[in-house]
């Protein structure tokens, strides 16, 4: 409780945003944490003499990974949560950028992120020393072609030649994901569809008829679903699953500080995932989980981005 | 008939200072009348009251017999056409032409803007700008940019635009403060000449008083924003026109 | 006699208005909060600014390589921002004049005018793209309606907050000969806020060619594309390039900006 | 007599000089082209009217449930733009000063302050951005760094365009007391385009207010982010209220800018 | 000592207007002269070029025999400081008030600007403005805005600014264009008691040929930019100031 009041006062106005949610579900979370939270002190004190670089506040921030929106303005309880699982005081940047997140860690201004699994190829590209630890797995998550109901369009044969809506150069599940399906397929991208990058305005574009085609992320399809009802849109394809989202290390950490983390953010994944879950509309996590994440998982995303052509120097 | 009728006009500035105070006086058509005062007697808030740029505290005004106190803007428009002005600080467009800012005294008549620009203008008005430019004496300036002229020349632009205009009645505020002896006097007959053979009416501030002697019919003055002298040019002595200037007061820094 | 005049020597100061010490109490108050807030502290900026050139110099020097491409990309984003910002300019001139003190023939449609330009600046450019794509479709039109609709929300504001500075002088001049408020408008109002308007104008056009990112949202292309595509590829020396030539051409705006006022100032 | 003087009279048009041609025939062809480009049918209008007013309704009602947090965000953000504005403006004058034809010391200082200024006003915000972050770290110090910027880019140019059309006589009465540049401006420069400056500094703190978005860049939050929230997650409604909210501030500081102006102009 | 000598000085504008051409002359210290001159026979373009606004073609201009004719604005600076200007048109800080912009005169002496910004300014300062607005009869309108003034106010406001400067040399652009003849007088006397006393020197433009022979010991007459005429008050017949107007100048229309 302590830290958490500490890092309220230093962010005065974040509080403002938030107060009245953490009022109200603090409680519990802190009650079911209690046990936790006292064997984690036990071993901490344990290794009290490799602590020594260990930072007294850790600089988080979220890049506003897709789906997970929501946690950009309302981080409050994820943050307490966090501050009381770890016993570290937390700053929280909602940051709207993953360019600037990934600079941000590159000149070491933060020492964790929360990215996408694009962004983290990126960020690993620059900065190469920086991994992944906790990975959060989602039931579903990967990229979907949706075609109008009453288009001719069955099969990725037949959206040959049509225009394509995509999101922004880089999106994990708007076009990276889209993109590495495709090529897969053995399409080649420049000369058999037109790919629009339309950003926010793909989805009006999409049911406005402007394109043929939509190439998102599956819960894109849903949310359409809810907004306008069954019997318009179909689902052309779906991709497999994308890697996780995760939380990225910066390597000024130290490691064993890393790892304390890694294993307290596995052991109170609930609580933590509670504390996503309270802000909003994040009903895909509510089947979601921590697992332990390792460079590796992020191969396919590398291959998507070279033969995308969006190679880094 | 009265060319412009001023009841009791009454002007009190939203600080307090009082302008004027309930001055009356008429103006027959045909007459040329002139209006003295010391610096600060009110003269150039009469004409604004007159024209319609402020309007009285309390009092009437009326031009031919029509009350324009208070009327909007869109309802006096048509009456200003016929009252023509020259403004103490001349008030040119000054990064335009001597010869537009001349062609624009023509709006009144012509309201389509085209027609008195100086490329489309009729040749019939370019003309006429022309000949009301020669008659202060600057036709051959007529293509310079109005900011590029001397002070008196700037006053003869003024000068210009109002004779552009054709007015009925024409208000004066000091049309000859700038101008040279010769072209003063030159004004001067010109603007008694109309008055003369148009029967138009004039009313003009000056503060010559020995031109005003010469020309004005009849001589109005204002002290401290009252009315002190209305009578024939005949019946006014030289001491009445310095008590104009002093009377009631003592010394320079009193006069408001 | 000095000292009667003495007498009416001004006050060094004057007690302000209740509402204008009000207003200075709010804004030094949330002056102060803004401050606390910003957390200054300058213990990291030093390696902070060794990072900062660390980061300039890789972009160091300008990679020229897709030049050709890249410039075709500024001159379709110019074509597009000279007609949206030629159309904006035209309306706001006359919305303008709706919406200033001294020109507008009503107070309540001056006070609406002002609204309805304030709101047209306040809607955010990505719901104006939303908007136009929905009615007119994805493309350079959509893009040239975005950029209509920012210039009216910039210009009309320039220009009727310059309006209401014009002395008023030669206007009376004009209203005196029985000029029609359309009159007095073309013939004073115009030429005398001539040089601001191009100024301002110009600026429009500018403008628009740097918030070019929007044609990218319509699918028009341009240069917006061109550099957030650099910056997701951390390209630098890239992104370097596109700024440099967008550089370029807002600087000859402002020269030609610069010439023709320099005439009619 | 009158044919002497008809001599004078101005000719209709004058042959424009051959770069004005040049000017105009370059603007009229990029134009064209532009025109060209947009490719305007109407066939799909209507339906896309239809659509228009389908997605437009889907905002309505404003969603006021998240109002407290909403407003928050706006305090916040408004806190930090008001002082981001502050600096840039403190700092847009004397910049204006070395950068405009009549006040700079320097024709070639002159150059090098409107280039910077130029170059401050191209380089995006997502560079400042990540330049800020940086140096100075993540928050709402880089965020206010960014706006100050952002503000010097804008209203040093505008500031500048203003002091260069204040009429050049009381300056001259003011030099001929044998007063310094500084007195001149002071004196002269300053009280005189004093009502544009409050129009061009208010404006500028609702443009910061407006762009709120760098600070959800930089990781200051702020409403930035809660609008940018609301559309990536299509709260439509929630969005709407945002803007009702930034148009309320927006109108807000406008009346103030026209209460200052109204005593000093 | 000559505190003013003008050496052939030619001055053409741009398009090619000939203001003034090889105009010389010599003003000794402690002397009071008048200018004379028709509209546009470059007066004001005269004194433009001693105070430095506008640079001669030809010609040099010496001011106390130091030459100033091309010096840079920054050495110029300390000897336009002992020139006191009244320009033609006021040129007032027209959105500040009457106190601040004779407080401004002082701005020469004093170069930190807070000493001569009203609500900072010395208690000396503050009284001498005041002595200098009571001259021209202004005191009871320290406190007003400079443009809420009537033209001649505004025009005395000016004048008043030019004595807070206790300037060595005096260039007056018609300074009494827009006085009442009361005040006109009372100026043109304050003037020339100034040179009396102090020794001071004063050069004057009029165009009132009357007060021109009655104040100026010496007068000085341009003709469309040529030295016409340059005597002693004594030696010049009223025939001599008609043809300075007339001579060479068939029409109006021919006024340059
Ligand atoms: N806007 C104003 N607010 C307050 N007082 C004003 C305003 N305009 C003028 N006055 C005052 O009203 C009085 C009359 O001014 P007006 O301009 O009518 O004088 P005038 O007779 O034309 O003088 P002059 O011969 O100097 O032109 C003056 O004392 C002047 O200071
Ligand atoms: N900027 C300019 N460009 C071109 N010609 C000019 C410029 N300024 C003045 N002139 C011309 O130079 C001549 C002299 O002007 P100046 O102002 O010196 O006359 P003046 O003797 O002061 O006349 P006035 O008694 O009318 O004030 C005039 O013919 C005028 O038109
Ligand atoms: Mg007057
Ligand atoms: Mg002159």
Known sequence: GEEGENAGAENGSDNNNSSSNVAAENEDNNSSNDSENNTANEENETAEADREDWPETLRFADTGVEGMEELQREFGPFKETLEDVLDIEVEFFAVTDRIIGATALEYDQVDMLLAGPSEYVQINNTVPESYPFVGIERSEYHAAFIVHEDSEYETLDDIVGTSIAMKDAGSTSGHIG???ILIEE????????????????RIEAFKNHEVDVLATGIKDYYEMVEEDGEGHYRLLHEGPPLPNDAFVASPELPEDFVEEVQTLMLENQEDILDSILVTGENDKYIEAGFVSAEDADYDSMRRAYETLGLDFE | ???L???????????????LEKVSFDIKTGEGVVLLGHNGSGKSTMFKCISGFETPTSGEIFINNQEITRLSDRRYRPLRKNIGMVFQNFHLIYNLSVFQNVLFGAMGQNRNFLKVSAPFASKLLREKAMACLDRVGLAHLASRRSDQLSGGQQQRVAIARMLMQDPELILADEPIASLDPKAGREVMELLWEIVDERKLTVLCILHQTEIAMEFGERLIGLNKGRLVLDDEKNNISKNDLNSLYYDGIEELSDVQ | MTNKSLQHMPPRFRLPKIITVAGIIVFISLFALGMTHANISFDRVFTGIANMFHFLWSAFPPDPSRISAISGAMYETFQIALVGTTFGVLLSLPIALLASRNTSPHSIIRVVTRGLVSTLRTVPDLIWALIFVISVGLGP???ILTIIVDTIGFCARFFSERIEEI?????????????TK????????????FPSFVATSLFAVEKSIRSAVILGLVGAGGIGVELSTAFTVRRYDEALMIVILILVVVIAVEQISSAIRKKVI
């Open chain 2, 1 to 3: 008939m009265n060319a």
């Open chain 1, 178 to 180: 889209p993109s590495s």
């Open chain 2, 5 to 19: 009728s001023v009841r009791e006009v009454t002007k009190t500035f939203k600080d307090g200072t009082n302008a």
């Open chain 3, 141 to 143: 039109l959509a893009g």
């Open chain 3, 182 to 193: 359309l009159g007095v408008i073309s013939g004073s109002i115009i030429p005398l806020g």
């Open chain 1, 186 to 201: 053995g399409y080649d991208l420049d000369n058999d569809f037109d790919i629009q990058l339309l950003d926010s305005v």
């Open chain 3, 167 to 179: 002395q008023k002088g030669p206007s009376q001049a004009l209203e005196s000969t029985g000029a």
